[in-house]
């Protein structure tokens, strides 16, 4: 893809949060939990894991309400077939179509934060049953042999957050390319991640997802690596995710 | 949230009654879980089109086209997502990267070839969509690459 701007200038970014040296971390077998790095690591707290703020299918206006007091990052899924949906959101509510499944998760897309890279394993590990850490919902068994059942479960890992970037990072001289407010980021971690893209609009008060096949406003330009998005109502967001840290399966399919 | 779990603060910040931006970790809200140990949460799938798939029989239909069927190995609807990047010699429109579904090939409003990723209570789904109408050129996809990125999650879509 062509990206149109060439010479945007990425948001600032103030020093990555680094891994915190307090909280709970546990490596795998043989690796030295003090020194070994997060690659070797079974689960870490300081990990910038997404949790699962709030969820449900959306009523007959297209809404529910999450109730976290901040617009948080957001998917989606259609009832029948399950394709992805991308909602819209504000502080109180998430909007999509009636009948579509919304998660929102603890991510408040209104705040810069940028997370130190850490590369995952690039080899498959083996799951060892013998040892870790897990924590049941309430009222679940901690016996369960259903993830589902645990808030937190060392067997189990999540997307983690690479970076939030908003119009209060952007930088001034973007306007004078772009003709327009415009936020940018480019990422450093050599592979395309995940981005999405969210405007403020100021008629419906709440922040809009933002496409990329879109001929209409707003619209993300994205290649996974270089990300930028122009809004008029004063606030934007980017948000871009990373791969957990367990190393992928491959599937070769001819079709 | 009920009286149990676990809180980390920042150092120096009280972990009894912390603001927010001061945990460094909280349970209070369940993780979104990917489960390491299956071979299909964190999965590459990688699309070779050797074949164009059939446009529509009848001008101004959507010709759907199941590319790729496996199991995720749960008995409901589990929650995923997909990324894709496309890889094609084609000069007409097409998406290079996407999340959820993507333009595989367009030349105008009359037509399209799109990818995109669903679940049933048993598999994770790839399709390919075509539409034309009279107005429109077919899209052929052959020697055509789409490398998707899937997770699944251990998560249901409630329904």
């Known amino acids: ?255 | 949230m009920a009286d149990y779990g676990f809180l980390t603060s920042l150092p120096g910040k009280d972990v009894l009654h912390p603001a927010i931006g001061d945990l460094v970790v909280s349970t209070k809200y369940p993780l979104a879980k990917l489960d390491s140990s299956t071979s299909v949460s964190f999965q590459n799938v990688n699309i070779f089109f050797a074949h164009d798939p059939p446009e529509p029989a009848m001008l101004g239909n959507i010709q759907t086209t199941l590319i790729d069927s496996f199991p995720h190995g749960y008995k409901y609807k589990p929650r995923f997502w997909a990324l894709g990047t496309l890889s094609t010699a084609a000069f007409n429109y097409h998406q290079d990267y996407f999340i959820g579904s993507g333009i595989l090939s367009a030349h105008t409003t009359s037509d399209y070839a799109q990818i995109y990723v669903n679940v049933d209570s048993t598999n994770v789904n790839i399709y390919v969509d075509k539409f034309l109408d009279t107005f429109g050129t077919a899209n052929d996809l052959t020697a055509t690459s789409v490398k998707l990125r899937v997770y699944v999650f251990v998560e249901d879509v409630g329904y």
């Open chain 1, 1 to 255: 893809m062509a990206l149109p701007y060439t010479n945007l200038k990425d948001n600032s970014t103030p020093n990555p949060i680094a891994r915190q040296d307090v909280g709970v971390k546990l490596s795998q077998p043989f690796y030295d939990v003090n020194t070994t790095s997060d690659s070797n690591l079974v689960f870490s707290s300081g990990w910038p894991s997404l949790a699962v703020a709030a969820s449900g299918i959306c009523d007959g206006s297209g809404k529910i309400a999450h109730n976290l007091g901040f617009p948080p990052f957001s998917l989606g899924w259609a009832n029948t077939p399950a394709t992805m949906v991308f909602p819209d959101m504000d502080s109180t509510y998430l909007y999509s179509n009636p009948g579509d499944y919304v998660v929102a998760y603890d991510l408040d897309i209104t705040k810069d934060v940028d997370y130190a890279y850490t590369a995952a394993s690039s080899v498959v590990q083996p799951y060892d049953n013998g040892y870790g850490i897990k924590m049941a919902i309430e009222g679940k068994n901690i016996d369960s042999t259903d993830l589902r059942d645990f808030i937190v479960h060392s067997r189990a890992q999540s997307p983690l957050v690479l970076a939030v970037k908003t119009e209060i990072s952007a930088d001034a001289a973007n306007v004078a390319i772009a003709g327009s407010p415009t936020i940018q980021y480019t990422n450093k971690v050599g592979y395309q991640t995940w981005v999405f893209g969210y405007v403020y609009l100021n008629a419906s008060s709440r922040y809009a997802f933002a496409p990329m096949y879109s001929q209409a406003y707003p619209r993300l330009f994205t290649d996974g690596i270089k990300s930028y998005l122009t809004y008029f109502d004063n606030k934007a967001s980017l948000v871009i995710l990373r791969d957990p840290m367990f190393a992928p399966t491959t599937r070769s399919v001819t079709y």
